[in-house]
């Protein structure tokens, strides 16, 4: 095609110049040089074309039967299933979860995600502070945690990388259960390389080793976040329950924005896009949550594509004062 149009603007240009030869092209040279002008024109408006990016979104159908099989599969898994049959409230005191790592885990396990983004025309990024995890040179997401306990008050959303006790007795009467957040990202379709390292700890060694409660990673991913209920935060807790025991800097998923210190933006996958978002209330579903949409109680934008906002304790005024999650905090949001 675009040889056939060069032909035809060569045909223009000669026989414009019969006729008109007092202001056309002179010489072969100029006519070489019109040539080459319409080459670098028309390649610059193909490379243009080129660098839209299209995301397209995959059939309800496709995505109902993959939250399904997903709901399916969480009830199956040993830990829930026994606690559903016993209604009882599941206890383990050597339970961790993943706060965000920042300078050094400390005397705690470190744990790495790999999360294998869009690889055509990437788009994952960061903004502001986000600790240690970051978007490597393919546009992939490496989120970087430490395994702390379980049993602490965190004031915002923690990474389940197993089943955990979601009762918090020391709550309001009315409001002691966690909420659980459940995002599944549509990975890269063509050479996916989702990951989780652990070097030091083989129980959380491994995708499967992390895939035993709400959080789920295989060629895709289905990233947990639990959250202390906002209406039952207590005002006051004991200094020594709250973040880690051992005292490090960290981070959790920001329930407020105006409390937001950095964001993580996955740029999922870009054809038939399956992306989709789960509420649950302990171990009880509560809703779906809508795509295209903005959660700010749990720092989570929905849709092709996904946004995280953070926060870490390095900046404690802020931290208090604007999160709803502090028990401290002197700003209603």
Known sequence: MKKHLLFTLLGVLTCYSCSNSYDLLENDMELAKAAADYEVSTRSMEENADTVKIETVADEETIQKLMDDYVTELMNRTSIAKEKVMRTVYSASNDVVGVFKIGSCGVYTELEVNIDAEDTKQNSKSEGVIGDSYIDSNGNVRLK??????????????????????????????????????????????????????????????????????????????????????????????????????????????????????????????????????????????????????????????GKNTWYSLTFNTDLSYFKNKNRYHPGRVMAN
């Open 145 to 302: 945690f430490c395994l702390t306990e379980a049993s602490q008050y965190y004031p915002g959303g923690v990474f389940l990388v197993n089943h955990i006790n979601y009762y918090r007795p020391g709550f309001s009467f009315n409001h002691p259960w966690m909420k659980i957040v459940a995002r599944y990202h549509d990975c890269d379709d063509k050479h996916t390389d989702n990951r989780v390292v652990c070097t030091t700890d083989p129980k959380f060694n491994g995708k499967g080793a992390i895939s035993k409660g709400y959080t789920k990673i295989d060629d895709n991913a289905v990233l947990a976040w639990a959250f202390p209920d906002a209406l039952g935060v207590p005002s006051t807790i004991a200094s020594g329950n709250f973040g880690p025991k051992s005292r490090i800097n960290y981070g959790v998923i920001c329930g407020s924005p105006l409390a937001t210190m950095g964001k993580i933006h996955f740029d999922d996958e870009d054809s038939s896009n399956k992306n989709w978002a789960k509420l649950y209330t302990g171990n009880t579903f509560t809703k779906d949550l809508l795509s295209d949409h903005f959660y700010g109680e749990y720092g989570l934008n929905t």
